[in-house]
């Protein structure tokens, strides 16, 4: 027993040993530790010194009785006690960012998100050589985006979104050949869309939308062969319909809504896009028909063409689709044709359908009886502003889920059915400027969640029932004149 101590004692003092000898001769080993520790500590403090608003007291633990490794929103490496995360997101944090954020030279993940960061960001960032993912976004930062973020070589995602940050976006940022995801939505950028971007091989989402930029997308975005997020809405944009975009056959969503695009489709777009799922092109002047290959985007869900000058019948292939959102009002379509609403019965196979506006267009014709036979999840349907005649078929009442119904500024006529009591949902019944008969179904008071009722310029008879007083009492806009 006493050899056994005797030995355990010589291999302590031979490793205590063998410890000062490597400290002798490597001197700056142990202490290159120890600085990089000091430097992420005061890096640390010298952030939260700059912080003037900590409602919720998340910083209350970032002092010296706990080691800073365990501090609220710090995570370090094991092994060498390294700063690699600050994530701070949503804490209601109000300061100005500091250069120090720049020291912390092992950082992968900075989520400042969610919180109120104003002046301007650091330029200091770009020697963060390491971080992997930044997070700036829904913030109050402004001037200009730093373009030595391009020397942040181990980006995959970039987020300054939903602040107020000016300028052309920098050319510089298609050098980082790592990033995934790029979000510079809702800021007051302005110039065009660099056309460096398109060196950025390994990007799957790019958001710009909500900004100033003009000009048109550059031919060089063909090249992003990985992008399956593509967002440009509300912005100055101009030019055909770009046809290097048919090249994203990765493509999932495509958001192009508010611009100013002219141009047809490609006979060929569903065909370019077999992953997509929604598109959003509302809001330009598009010319042209509906391509009858969108039926080919076998995924494709949610399809908004509002406000262009789109032409012709709509393709019935449509209802090949598990369509929810489906939205080609204020437009051309129909033409005038009596045949232009046989689409509707081919929607009946959409079970998921939410949404259908086919409203201000030319369409003519008898609304069909198979509009009752619409997905029971209809919310909304907009109908109004074209040349729609004939009866309001009595099978809407299918649709118990629909809360608004716009019909106004048609042909229709006959009465309104009674059967429309039944959609207790309905908080919106819009039929003004039409050739209704009759008297104002007793009915109509059963639907206590209406709130807009307009009959107005029909030729309604007799008075208003009694049961509509048992509408909402506050908020009501009613209109029989």
């Not at 660099?194 to 900004?211: F, I, T, V």
Request: glycine content about 8%; some cysteine; hydrophobic content about 40%.
């Amino acid at each position: 027993m006493a050899y056994m101590m005797k030995l355990s004692k010589f291999f302590s003092l031979l490793a205590f040993i063998c410890m000062f000898i490597i400290n002798l001769s490597f001197p700056g080993y142990a202490a290159a530790d120890t600085l990089g520790n000091e430097t992420d500590k005061l890096a640390l403090l010298a952030f939260k010194s700059q912080i003037t608003e900590d409602p919720l007291g998340v910083l209350a633990s970032w002092n010296d009785s706990f080691h800073f490794c365990n501090w609220t929103g710090v995570t370090c490496s094991n092994e060498q006690q390294r700063v690699i995360i600050l994530n701070l997101q949503g804490q209601r944090l109000s300061a100005t960012l500091t250069s120090y954020v720049g020291n912390f030279s092992f950082i992968n993940l900075l989520d400042l998100s969610g919180n109120s960061f104003h002046g301007e960001i650091p330029p200091e960032l770009g020697k963060l050589g390491r971080i992997q993912n930044l997070n700036l976004s829904n913030n109050l930062l402004g001037g200009e985006i730093p373009p030595v973020l391009s020397n942040c070589s181990s980006l995959r995602g970039l987020a300054l979104d939903h602040n107020y940050l000016v300028e052309s976006v920098p050319p510089e940022l298609g050098s980082l050949s790592e990033l995934r995801k790029l979000y510079l939505g809702n800021n007051n950028l302005t110039g065009s869309v660099p056309a460096s971007l398109g060196n950025l091989s390994s990007l799957q989402e790019l958001d710009m939308s909500y900004n100033q930029l003009k000009g048109e997308i550059p031919s060089t975005i063909s090249q992003l062969m990985n992008l399956q997020v593509f967002r440009l809405s509300v912005n100055n944009l101009s030019g055909e319909f770009p046809p290097a975009l048919y090249n994203l056959t990765s493509l999932e969503f495509l958001a192009l809504s508010f611009n100013n695009f002219t141009g047809k489709l490609s006979n060929n777009i569903g065909l370019s896009y077999p992953n997509l799922q929604k598109i959003w092109l509302a809001y330009n002047f598009l010319t042209g028909s509906i391509p009858e290959s969108f039926s080919n985007a076998s995924n494709l869900q949610n399809i908004d063409l509002l406000h262009n000058n789109f032409t012709g019948k709509v393709p019935r292939s449509f209802g090949k689709l598990d369509l929810q959102y489906f939205s080609i009002g204020f437009n051309h379509l129909g033409s005038g044709e009596p045949d232009g609403l046989n689409f509707i019965t081919s929607l009946t196979n959409c079970s998921n359908l939410e949404l259908l506006h086919i409203g201000d267009n030319q369409f003519e014709g008898v609304t069909p009886v198979s509009i009752a036979n619409l997905s029971t999840k209809l919310i909304e349907i907009y109908l109004e502003g074209n040349q729609i005649n004939g009866n309001i078929p009595k099978g809407i009442s299918n649709l118990v889920n629909l809360h608004t119904l716009f019909m106004r500024s048609n042909y229709l006529n006959g009465t309104i059915p009674d059967t429309l009591g039944m959609l207790s949902n309905l908080g919106a019944l819009v039929l003004g400027s039409n050739q209704l008969t009759g008297k104002i179904p007793p009915s109509l008071g059963n639907m206590t969640r209406l709130i807009n009722l307009f009959l107005y310029d029909n030729h309604l008879e007799g008075g208003i029932p009694s049961s509509l007083g048992k509408l909402q009492p506050t908020g009501n806009h009613i209109c029989f004149k």
